[in-house]
């Protein structure tokens, strides 16, 4: 007997939705999301297209009008529910563009449910394009399967963060200087977390103060190597994503 194909098939293209989804919807395309479906992926009447929207979940829909600059998606049905996000932020100090950009999408791709920029005394960059970090993230959700994306917060100055950070999330401090090796630190503090990203060249010496002065800020080491600021970032989301394990 022939196998039945899978459907929808793993090759459906899958789109991020600002706004609500529910059954029966009929949600309108247009412009660069149009231009993909219509002119990459070259769908026709009744294809079929997975949507999310952060909030309800996987929804499927269907190609039902194409025109031709844009195009009419009509839900058919939700495929699941919104996953559950491991409770960790990453706060980074802006670096380059294209690192920063990069940094923003491998964050998303490994599950953070919220990127803060911090600002510091060594960062070197002024003004970020939020709506720019915004984009890669929800290109990146696109790929990956996620159902949400990450909370992108304003930037914020790493005097302030310190002043308002939350009495019940530990913040795992990147140290470049050394501390605990950080699979062991996660390991003995399970739950909500936070982990702090310096900028080029580091932390000063009064930063590095006031960070190691909060009472729930642990002090880790990533290795012998000193890395670079996007390297650092994620192979702290990783040690923290594998020592805590990813919710069902």
């Known amino acids: 007997m022939t196998a039945t194909p899978a459907w929808p098939p793993d090759s459906t293209p899958r789109l991020f939705i600002d706004g609500l989804l529910s059954e029966g919807l009929e949600v309108r395309i247009d412009d660069g999301q149009a231009?993909?479906?219509?002119?990459?992926?070259?769908?026709?009447?009744?294809?079929?297209?997975?949507?999310?929207?952060?909030?309800?979940?996987?929804?499927?829909?269907?190609?039902?009008?194409?025109?031709?600059?844009?195009?009419?998606?009509?839900?058919?049905?939700?495929?699941?529910?919104?996953?559950?996000?491991?409770?960790?932020?990453?706060?980074?100090?802006?670096?380059?563009?294209?690192?920063?950009d990069?940094?923003?999408?491998?964050?998303?791709?490994?599950?953070?449910?919220?990127?803060?920029?911090?600002?510091?005394?060594?960062?070197?960059?002024?003004?970020l394009n939020l709506d720019r970090l915004r984009s890669h993230m929800i290109e990146a959700a696109e790929q990956c399967g996620r159902t949400t994306l990450p909370t992108l917060?304003?930037?914020?100055?790493?005097v302030a963060l310190l002043a308002s950070f939350e009495a019940g999330r530990r913040l795992f401090f990147a140290d470049e200087t050394g501390g605990v090796p950080m699979?062991?630190?996660?390991?003995?503090?399970?739950?909500?977390?936070?982990?702090?990203?310096?900028?080029e060249g580091g932390f000063d010496t009064a930063e590095r103060a006031a960070i190691m002065a909060l009472p729930h800020a642990i002090g880790v080491s990533l290795g012998q190597r000193i890395l670079r600021a996007e390297t650092a970032a994620l192979a702290a989301i990783t040690i923290w994503m594998a020592a805590t394990g990813t919710p069902d």
């Open 35 to 100: 231009h993909y479906l219509l002119s990459v992926m070259r769908i026709k009447v009744g294809a079929p297209i997975k949507l999310f929207d952060g909030q309800t979940g996987e929804w499927l829909a269907e190609a039902t009008v194409l025109g031709r600059r844009d195009l009419i998606l009509t839900i058919a049905g939700k495929l699941r529910d919104c996953e559950t996000v491991p409770d960790l932020w990453l706060l980074a100090a802006p670096i380059k563009k294209a690192r920063i």
């Open 102 to 127: 990069w940094i923003a999408e491998k964050a998303c791709e490994l599950g953070v449910a919220r990127y803060q920029p911090v600002m510091t005394h060594r960062t070197n960059i002024e003004r």
């Open 153 to 158: 917060g304003e930037p914020i100055k790493l």
């Open 183 to 199: 699979l062991d630190a996660v390991t003995a503090n399970p739950g909500p977390a936070a982990i702090l990203i310096g900028p």
